[in-house]
């Protein structure tokens, strides 16, 4: 019945903020994005491109209307987007397509016989065999260079020695479920909830099938890509396996087992996080990431190359001011491909080892369907051709390739023509603005209505991203469509603090986070009113996570916004590294210490300290099952509001965590939540 009455609502809002905004003709012949419209989009991910780069397999994302679900299935292109066509279909998900080194066999994961499960299917006949029957799902799948073997994660129960013995009921008695002990400093994770006694281990399974045997063993789980040694005799993985890395958690090696003996040898030692490891084409040389560990805020994440035992190890980027992620080798082993963020924009570039980089696309992106967020994805062939996500502010990931050797760019499908087609879009212009703190030049972007006209006056909204060391870009966001679509202007930015500007950029909120960021944003505010179109009374403030914590110290330090929805939020610093889901992270890298030993510090940076100057109308808005930022840090600043007299409301979404995306209604619903605030209180 709840649930039933919240849809009816939500579709009452919906009405009441689009219905209306157009006439039935107008609709018809120009209709603009809609809140419904969301479980219509679609999106690229996780291209693979064969080793002679001839074709691409890919992943096409839709949404189920009825399920309120995620649904994905695999397809295949040529280079050139010829003969492009589905390998599976149905309602289930595929996913991690990956095409075997002799060329004639994919390997993917399914759940279409419910819990996701490895597949193996011939191309050349379309002949298919289910490899597992695993009782946990998959993840991290890889071939050994052979093609008979396949490396993969999978989470493994451990067993610790349990404290107490209980005594055992009666027979049929019934008893409450006994009582669950923790002991482990990060016992829950947001997307999670509270953790099961597992870690991921690594595992080896035939191509044949039968029983996948279990290289890695204890305490400690392993991450990323299992990477094979040229021989196939041993697997590279990184993993944090020191005996203090509950309080070190960043403080992962790169390390490599033995498939026979299984013996595990560190390759790396430095303290600071090494990870994702490749071998070069003549296997006598590791390329890795990482960087040295200050406890910074922001770190920039360097390439480095060392010797396939070790020994010698070399930064490769440390003249480069900017995070590298995603490495490959070229086929000759004198360079290697990698993504990056640059100004908001991800691009792909190659480096040679003494750190010469050469820019080879942009545009990549196009994940995160809410908001502008970086993530792209992108392979290469032996011969330089690569295949990527591309996205651009007017349509989420679609595939696209392009080739090293003459930097040459085909954008291959365009998965949202059938609703672009006939939904008008904002447009979005970058801007650069000066900080009134001290004239530092700030990037954002200001997407405008459909159909916009200068000579008009428009409210605008102020939308403000998480992180704090992420960064908003030129790339589609649904959220910022749908509130252009609903009349504002919007405009979002990269203040200090966010990432793709280099590491001092993004460490002036280290340790003083929010601070003058706050006069970046604002200062942005006033860079767009004086284009001339932004009525100044109808001003809009919102931002999830970083960007919840931002606007709700915002409306403690000014009251010139009509409104404000603080989504997500950090409230109270004291009680958010406690109660998170990170506590070992948080107090180390975001604070000079414990919150006992420095307490003026931590609530001199609480937006709390703040509430007493609150007169802005401001709704609290958070996943019920959030562990990064939980429902107690909006539940302190809803009832500090209430005791002020503030008008105020708090909305819990059901059924989701941080990543309020993740279920096309629940972002349906946040928006349209965001919107009617907005729409009670602009003047």
Not at 60 to 86: A, C, H, L
Not at 120 to 129: H, K, P, V
Not at 569 to 574: D, E, L, R, S, T
């Amino acid at each position: 019945m709840k649930k039933l009455l919240f849809f009816t609502f939500l579709v009452f809002l919906i009405n009441s903020n689009f219905s209306t905004a157009q006439s039935k003709k107008e609709l018809s012949s120009n209709s603009t994005f809609e809140p419904i419209d969301l479980f219509q989009l679609e999106y690229i991910s996780d291209p693979q491109i064969s080793a002679d780069g001839s074709r691409v397999l890919f992943v096409r994302n839709s949404k189920d209307i009825m399920t309120d679900r995620n649904r994905s299935n695999i397809w295949i292109s040529n280079f050139d987007g010829s003969e492009m066509y589905p390998i599976t279909t149905g309602a289930q998900s595929d996913f991690s397509p990956r095409l075997s080194p002799t060329k004639n066999k994919l390997l993917y994961i399914s759940t279409k016989g419910g819990k996701p499960q490895m597949y193996l299917r011939w191309l050349d006949n379309g002949a298919e065999s289910k490899l597992t029957n695993l009782t946990h799902s998959p993840s991290n799948l890889s071939w050994s260079p052979d093609g008979k073997w396949i490396a993969f994660l999978m989470s493994v129960p451990f067993q610790s020695k349990p404290l107490v013995q209980l005594p055992s009921k009666p027979k049929g008695a019934k008893w409450e479920t006994p009582p669950i002990y923790i002991d482990q400093m990060k016992f829950k994770a947001d997307g999670a909830g509270f953790l099961k006694n597992e870690r991921k281990q690594l595992f080896v399974l035939s191509v044949d099938g039968g029983t996948p045997r279990q290289l890695t063993f204890g305490d400690t789980k392993v991450n990323g890509i299992p990477e094979w040694s040229k021989n196939g005799n041993s697997i590279l993985f990184s993993s944090n396996r020191h005996d203090d890395r509950e309080m070190e958690p960043r403080n992962s090696e790169v390390y490599q087992v033995n498939i026979q003996s299984l013996k595990v040898t560190a390759l790396t030692k430095r303290h600071g996080p090494d990870a994702n490891p490749k071998i070069s084409p003549d296997g006598k040389s590791i390329a890795y990431l990482g960087y040295d560990d200050n406890y910074d805020g922001y770190q920039v994440v360097h390439l480095y190359v060392m010797n396939q035992n070790g020994q010698s190890p070399k930064c490769v980027s440390c003249n480069f001011d900017r995070d590298v992620e995603n490495i490959n080798w070229s086929k000759d082993g004198k360079g290697i491909y990698f993504q990056y963020n640059d100004e908001g924009n991800t691009k792909i570039a190659i480096s040679d080892l003494n750190g010469k980089i050469t820019d080879l696309a942009k545009n990549v992106g196009g994940l995160s369907i809410g908001r502008p967020y970086s993530g792209g994805q992108y392979t290469v062939a032996s011969n330089g051709k690569f295949a990527f996500t591309h996205s651009t502010p007017d349509h989420p990931a679609d595939l696209a390739t392009g080739d090293s050797n003459s930097k040459k760019v085909n954008r291959l499908t365009r998965v949202n023509d059938d609703l672009f087609s006939h939904k008008k879009l904002g447009t979005v212009e970058e801007i650069w603005y000066e900080s009134s703190f001290d004239k530092r030049k700030i990037q954002g972007w200001i997407c405008k209505p459909p159909n916009f006209d200068p000579t008009k006056k428009y409210p605008l909204i102020l939308e403000i991203h998480g992180g704090p060391f992420a960064n908003y870009g030129d790339r589609f966001s649904a959220e910022v469509q749908l509130f252009a679509a609903a009349g504002y202007v919007v405009l979002y930015t990269n203040p200090r603090g966010s990432t793709s500007y280099g590491k001092e950029f993004g460490n002036l909120i280290h340790h003083n986070y929010p601070s003058q960021d706050y006069d970046d944003l604002i200062s942005g505010i006033d860079a767009v009113i004086k284009k001339g179109y932004i009525d100044e009374d109808n001003l809009m403030v919102t931002g999830g996570s970083g960007g919840g914590v931002l606007t709700s110290w915002i409306v403690g330090k000014t009251d010139r916004f009509r409104a404000a929805v603080v989504a997500k939020p950090v409230i109270n610093w004291y009680s958010f590294v406690l109660y998170a889901d990170n506590p070992a992270t948080f107090y180390k890298y975001w604070f000079p210490g414990k919150p006992w030993d420095h307490m003026e510090h931590y609530m001199k940076r609480s937006p709390i300290s703040l509430v007493g100057n609150v007169t802005t109308p401001t709704m609290l808005l958070t996943g019920e099952q959030d562990y990064r930022t939980p429902m107690g840090e909006s539940e302190q600043y809803y009832a500090a509001l209430k005791l002020n007299n503030v008008e105020t409301a708090l909305v819990r979404i059901q059924g989701s965590g941080h990543g309020i995306a993740a279920k096309p209604s629940n972002l349906m619903a946040k928006v349209v939540y965001i919107l009617g605030w907005f729409k009670r209180y602009k003047k």
